[in-house]
């Protein structure tokens, strides 16, 4: 099992720069893909960004480019930097843990272990 719990959220204007944190516990953290997701009111949760075991990264086509995931091994941690942030990026950001294949990497369904999630709030 893994515990995950995020921190970074918070209130910015469009353009700034915001970094997201997950803190890891429970299991051997290097065992997992490591992935971002959000959630808008009224929207299904979507994928955001994703770095594998082997540290390969993967976004979604609306943050490349802007944002930025990265992992910390022995600190079990995982970040996601954000610049230049959009109204668009407002949801609720979910850190969360899947050991299944690396084709599965952006499918939220092969996420076993969830953080509470996070809220971010970009004004125009």
């Known amino acids: 099992q893994v515990q995950l719990v995020e921190s970074g959220g918070g209130s910015v204007q469009a353009g700034d720069s915001l970094t997201l944190s997950c803190t890891a516990s429970?299991?051997?953290?290097?065992?997992?893909?490591m992935g971002w997701f959000r959630q808008a009111p009224g929207k299904e949760r979507e994928f955001v960004a994703a770095?594998?075991?082997?540290?390969?990264?993967h976004y979604a086509d609306s943050v490349k480019g802007r944002f930025t995931i990265a992992r910390d091994n022995g600190k079990a941690t995982v970040t996601l930097e954000m610049h230049t942030v959009k109204p668009e990026d407002t949801a609720v950001y979910y850190c969360?843990?899947?050991?299944?294949?690396?084709?599965?990497?952006?499918?939220?369904?092969?996420?076993?272990?969830w953080g509470p999630g996070t809220q971010v709030t970009v004004s125009s």
């Open positions: 969360a843990a899947n050991r299944a294949v690396l084709s599965t990497i952006r499918d939220s369904v092969h996420y076993a272990y």
């Open positions: 770095i594998s075991r082997s540290i390969s990264t």
């Open positions: 429970g299991s051997t953290f290097r065992n997992y893909h």
